[in-house]
């Protein structure tokens, strides 16, 4: 079984730039989240989807961040404009159905983002 | 507002001894408590999980013990080896829904 893919792994930007990450996740997994981990703290959900609509969206900084996921597959994560503090690793995960317990998180290796 | 408080932040422990890893939470509701492992360069993985009404899990050298009455649980990590070096997160949710992470517990075994 292939894992959750991200793409790309590695981005540096000047502040004010716009950057876009992409996630495929694994096949037939319903749900796809988006987190933020900041270095020396746990993942933070930013958004979660089921299918191509939107669960949960509430801790997503709306004013420079988006997501899609519009045929309900692969989702992009956009931010613009980017600040300092969005320096951070994008991770991208994908469970088979709505939820966390029964139904395991599969987690990308993540795109780290560094913004100067 | 970090739901899941966990420590220590890091702990060096040398192989063949014990890892243990607390975490508490205030709120009552969270009704499933996985550990995940994280790697540098990857993406954390389910490394084991309970439910509250289970005191313990085992598996292989890995235990979670789960104190409902102090909102507490914790990872044991039995006969450390180097290949356990990585970090350590908790986390919890309600109802299977938004996971909460624990800041992290990077663990070194020293060979």
């Known amino acids: 079984e292939a894992g959750v893919a991200q793409s790309p792994r590695y981005k540096i930007i000047e502040k004010r730039q716009s950057v876009a990450f992409w996630c495929n996740p694994i096949?037939?997994?319903?749900?796809l989240y988006w987190y933020q981990q900041i270095l020396g703290q746990g993942p933070k959900l930013l958004i979660q989807?089921?299918?191509?609509?939107?669960?949960?969206d509430s801790q997503l900084p709306k004013d420079r961040f988006s997501a899609e996921r519009l045929k309900g597959v692969d989702s992009t994560l956009k931010i613009q404009p980017a600040k300092l503090e969005d320096s951070a690793v994008y991770l991208c995960?994908?469970?088979?159905?709505?939820?966390?317990?029964?139904?395991?998180?599969?987690f990308g290796a993540g795109s780290r983002l560094t913004v100067l | 507002q970090q739901q899941v408080k966990q420590s220590p932040q890091s702990l060096i422990v040398q192989k063949g001894g014990i890892s243990i890893i607390n975490c508490a939470y205030e709120n009552t509701a969270f009704d499933y408590f996985p550990w995940y492992q994280q790697f540098p360069g990857k993406g954390p993985a389910l490394l084991i999980a309970?439910?509250?009404?289970?005191s313990e899990k085992k598996e292989g050298r890995f235990t979670i013990s789960f104190n409902k009455s102090a909102k507490q649980f914790s990872l044991h990590i039995m006969d450390s080896q180097p290949g356990d070096s990585a970090t350590y997160f908790c986390?919890?949710?309600?109802?299977?829904?938004?996971?909460?992470f624990g800041a992290g517990t990077t663990v070194t075994v020293r060979a």
């Open positions: 309970i439910r509250p009404d289970v």
């Open positions: 096949s037939g997994h319903a749900t």
């Open positions: 989807f089921q299918n191509n609509g939107v669960v949960d």
């Open positions: 986390a919890a949710s309600i109802k299977d829904y938004k996971l909460s």
């Open positions: 995960a994908s469970s088979f159905a709505l939820g966390a317990g029964a139904n395991v998180l599969t």
